[in-house]
C-alpha cells in the first residue's frame, strides 16, 4: 500500500490540516514524523495516494507555514520505504 505523508514542522498546524483535510472528506490521520525525513520531531498527516491531488490543493489553501513536503511511504513485503514525492 502507497501512503502519502504532508510533513509539517509545526504541530498545530499538521492537527489543523488534518482537521481540513477531513472537512473536504479525506480520509487522514496523524503520525510522529518518520526520522527519514531529517527534520527532528514534528507531526505528519498520513493519507492515501488517491487522496494527493484533492489534499494538495487543500492543503495550498491553508497557507501552513510550517509545511515541509510530501512524502511517499510504501510497504512491501513488509519493508518500509520512503522517499520525497
Known sequence: MTEI??????RSQ???????????????TII???????IGCGLSVKFTENF????????????YSAFYGYYVMKNVYGRTFFGRV
Do not use: H, M, Q, W
Open 32 to 38: 510522529n514524523t518518520p526520522k527519514e525525513a531529517n
Open 5 to 10: 505523508l504532508a510533513v509539517f514542522r509545526s
Open 14 to 28: 499538521a492537527v489543523d490540516c488534518n482537521a481540513r483535510l477531513g472537512k473536504y472528506g479525506i480520509k487522514s
Open 52 to 63: 494527493l491531488n484533492r489534499a494538495k490543493t487543500v492543503i495550498k489553501g491553508g497557507n
